[in-house]
């Protein structure tokens, strides 16, 4: 008998321009944006996590830099 996976849903708030830009790059590549999502957070899982500790650190620096702007 295989075991039983347990799934979790997570909602996720984006801003419009890039859940636009998040629908064009899954019509390119023939996905739901679900699935693009899931296969981006699984891909970052995977990752050895010094790789993932930078990719985090530019995200936050990029955010930070947004924020600064609308404010």
């Given at each position: 008998?295989?075991?039983?996976?347990?799934?979790?849903?997570?909602?996720?708030?984006?801003?419009?321009?890039?859940?636009?830009?998040?629908?064009?790059?899954?019509?390119?590549?023939g996905v739901l944006p679900e699935d693009?999502?899931?296969?981006?957070?699984?891909?970052?899982?995977?990752?050895?996590?010094?790789?993932?500790?930078?990719?985090?650190?530019?995200?936050?620096?990029?955010?930070?830099?947004?924020?600064?702007?609308?404010?």
């Amino acid at each position: 008998m295989e075991p039983v996976e347990h799934t979790t849903t997570l909602q996720v708030t984006l801003p419009s321009s890039d859940e636009h830009q998040l629908q064009v790059m899954a019509t390119r590549l023939g996905v739901l944006p679900e699935d693009l999502v899931r296969l981006s957070i699984q891909m970052l899982i995977a990752r050895p996590p010094q790789d993932v500790a930078e990719a985090a650190a530019y995200v936050l620096k990029k955010n930070a830099e947004l924020y600064r702007r609308l404010v």
